[in-house]
């Protein structure tokens, strides 16, 4: 069975400094994994996404991320934060083939001026 | 060009009666989704559209639960008999493709439904 762990509920960073988002997942199939970002009363967007190509892919704002299949993990990275940062990320698995997407409980990140 | 819109933003109504939530798709894309975002939770799928064939209505937590997708567009959520627990914001995506796996979703802004 399929599913994705946010390893934090909440990170708080200072602005400038670097960001880490955790993610590990389990699938029994080659995975797609995505990371989507909310901000406050607005809808979801997507920042990046692992298709079996690079391991590393880099997104939108700065963020990047990197699958790590040894280890089951899409870590979501940023070298330095943003006030405008702060928001709610969803780490999302899905498979090559299938359609449902699973979505990570979610991480609040917290940016300190 | 525009994006997934839903309609009402949002909905306050009270025990036992039945809502309708409207999604319209990104024009073209195939495949529509359905997920509900109770507070401090993650996203809970509940249906998935793609084209003709037959959704997939394994998410729906219950027989009040109920959605069709009309001429592959637009696409209603329906709640009957609405109890205070199905209070949450109701999310639609759509994607162009949807059965590879690796479509990206566009979300709509979501329906926040209040059950009193």
């Known amino acids: 069975a399929q599913s994705v762990t946010q390893l934090d509920s909440h990170v708080s960073v200072s602005e400038g400094t670097p960001v880490l988002l955790r993610c590990n997942y389990s699938?029994?199939?080659?995975?797609?994994l995505f990371w989507y970002v909310q901000h406050p009363n607005k809808g979801l967007q997507l920042l990046l996404k692992?298709?079996?190509?690079?391991?590393l892919v880099k997104g939108i704002n700065g963020f990047e991320a990197e699958f790590k299949k040894s280890e089951t993990s899409f870590h979501l990275t940023k070298p330095s934060a943003h006030m405008s940062d702060a928001a709610e990320y969803f780490c999302?698995?899905?498979?090559?083939?299938?359609?449902?997407?699973?979505f990570g409980a979610g991480t609040r990140l917290f940016v300190k001026a | 060009g525009a994006g997934v819109s839903q309609s009402p933003s949002n909905k306050v109504t009270e025990k036992g009666k039945d809502v309708e939530l409207r999604c319209d798709p990104i024009?073209?894309?195939?495949?529509l989704y359905w997920y509900r975002q109770s507070l401090g939770q993650g996203l809970e799928f509940l249906i998935y559209?793609?084209?003709?064939?037959?959704?997939?209505k394994s998410g729906l937590p219950s027989d009040r639960f109920s959605a069709e997708r009309t001429g592959g567009s637009v696409s209603t959520l329906t709640i009957q008999r609405t109890q205070q627990e199905d209070s949450a914001v109701y999310l639609c995506?759509?994607?162009?493709?949807?059965?590879?796996?690796?479509?990206?979703?566009?979300f709509g802004p979501g329906t926040r439904l209040t059950v009193l």
């Open positions: 559209f793609q084209g003709n064939s037959a959704p997939d």
């Open positions: 024009s073209g894309h195939t495949a």
């Open positions: 995506a759509s994607s162009p493709w949807g059965g590879h796996g690796t479509d990206t979703q566009y």
């Open positions: 699938s029994s199939y080659s995975p797609s």
């Open positions: 692992y298709t079996s190509a690079a391991t």
């Open positions: 999302v698995v899905s498979y090559t083939g299938g359609f449902k997407t699973i």
